[in-house]
């Protein structure tokens, strides 16, 4: 069974690497194996990150792109590519949330979150599509979707259509890249303590959420590592791709 979620001899690149989630997520990638390549905007956000991978006895290096600026992740998957001998993992985890209201939303803070989290994404995923297609080894993309993505939440108008894009493009890819041999999957988390959340959750927000998640909790980002380390595993998701897996404590399975 261990063999089955096996890790080893792959890279994974988190894209985002120095976020709560993506800083789980890549320790469950090590420890299963897999060697990071942590991507973050600033080389000073990527100690911590470090630091968590070597404390487990894993492997990692970073690299600097800011997602908005497509020239720089194309030098940071150069650079990988030069580090390692494949890539075969790849997760995008970068996301900007805002609570503006639509009849108050400015294009430009519009742009800027669609910036981060649709058309960064799609950048990110086209450059190392095309990584893992010269490669012809296959690969499995992750992108991180949200609960709001499908109804939206109130509150985060652009969030949530910036979301429901990235669900969009997850299952168009996974179309578009099987030939390939390259799968293509969402997770939808429900509330984890990511900053981007903290910054909009007031008491009354929090009440809300508790009395439409079932196990009236929120989640730990730990509780992330399992379904991610199933979609990376090419022998236990070898048949999961363009799904939208939930991990959402029951978030979605509610109404009223």
């Known amino acids: ?24 997520i890549a320790e469950g990638f090590a420890e299963h194996g897999a060697k990071i390549a942590s991507v973050v905007m600033k080389m000073e956000y990527a100690a911590d990150t470090e ?36 890539i075969d993992i790849l997760l995008y985890a970068p996301g900007v949330n805002s609570s503006t209201p639509f009849l108050e939303l400015e294009m430009e803070e519009w742009d800027k979150i669609m910036a981060v989290n649709l058309r960064g994404l799609v950048a990110t995923n086209q450059i190392f599509a095309k990584k893992m297609i010269k490669q012809g080894t296959g690969g499995s993309i992750i992108n991180i979707s949200s609960v709001s993505s499908g109804p939206p939440l109130s509150k985060v108008f652009t969030y949530s ?55 009236k909790r929120f989640g730990d980002p730990n509780e992330l590592k399992g379904v991610c380390i199933w979609l990376a595993s090419e022998k236990a998701s070898s048949y999961v791709t363009g799904s939208l897996v939930r991990v959402d404590g029951g978030f979605g399975a509610m109404t009223i």
């Open 161 to 215: 259509a910036s979301k429901a894009g990235t669900n969009n493009v997850t299952q168009y890819l996974a179309r578009e890249l099987a030939p390939y041999n390259i799968r293509v999957n969402a997770i939808i988390p429900g509330f984890f303590p990511a900053e981007q959340n903290r910054k909009i959750l007031s008491e009354e927000r929090i009440a809300d959420i508790m009395r439409h998640t079932p196990v």
């Open 51 to 86: 630091e968590q991978i070597r404390r487990i006895g894993g492997e990692i290096k970073s690299f600097v792109a800011d997602v908005t600026d497509i020239p720089s992740i194309q030098r940071a998957a150069d650079e990988i590519e030069e580090w390692t001998d494949s």
């Open 1 to 24: 069974m261990s063999d089955l979620f096996s890790l080893k001899g792959k890279t994974a690149v988190i894209m985002g690497g120095n976020s709560t989630l993506a800083r789980a």
